[in-house]
């Protein structure tokens, strides 16, 4: 039986569309240890929302379907599990936080119904009981008068405050794995810092995290271990300090060249050329090529495997030997 956590293989998602079929996410493997923070990096558009979703499948289907690949998680393929199995893994051993909480919260039930009814699923328990624990949650994700909210509705709230709720009844039952998408884009810094705190403290209390963000700050300063995704596919895979030293794949390096620096010369914010070139129509070869100014012949007619390196990394690139330290 294998020791990580979460070993997810092969996974393959597509989407049917009045255009065609698109595969958002192509044969994409990659595992997660207990207790590890997984940064999951990548523009727009490069499967990092889906490959999240597909782990519990929320997937909407149709249009959506899984159409290969497996998800273990404590020895059970959560890709098979029946619905009623997998209610009773949601919000309980696995919880995710999207990046929509408005979409998320039910307008027509208020704040407290919702962390008590999130607890009182999967543990039994007297409603003002639950309310209590939904009402310590609300002060630990940070937000004011949490009496008076906990009898508000999502809609009296803004963004931000929704977002806290939707956090707080994340990581109110203690899951061993949190999904977390985005999940400080609508808050302030001293906020964000705070859930990160928080987040820190559950994974040292035996709870992993997927953590998905574009800011590369966020990932230094919280992950133990990064998966570079682009077109679908995982292009690079390290930990942390290697990533952000040594990057071997060419997408990679262009990330973190347009990391802004405050205390350089140049101020002028390095860009990538061009775009994530759409799932309905991926070139030939290496799916970068076209941005790469490092591309030859050989990686616009042949496709480069996810390897393991001498180093222990993993790339996709066939010259990702050349800046190998």
Known sequence: MSKNLLDISDLCVDFVTDEGVLRAVDHVSFSVAPNEVLGLVGESGCGKSVTAMSILSLIPSPPGKICSGAAMFQGRDLLTLPHEALRKIRGKDISMIFQEPGSCLSPLHKVGEQLAEAVQLHYPMPREKALKKGRQWLEKVGIPEPERMLKAYPFQLSGGMQQRVMIAMAMINGPSLIIADEPTTALDVTIASQIFDLMRHMRDENTSVILISHDLGVIWEMCDRVLVMYAGRIVEEAEIKNLFENPLHPYTRALLR????????????????????????????????????????????????????????????????????
Request: hydrophobic share 30%; proline share 10%.
């Open 258 to 325: 347009s990391v802004p620096v405050l205390d350089g010369e140049d101020r002028e914010l390095a860009t990538i050329e061009g775009q994530v070139p759409s799932p309905l129509n991926y070139p030939p070869g290496c799916r970068f090529h076209d941005r790469c100014p490092h591309a030859v012949e050989q990686c616009k007619k042949q496709s480069p495997e996810l390897r393991t390196l001498s180093t222990g990394k993993k790339a996709a690139c066939f010259f990702a030997e050349q800046w190998m330290k």
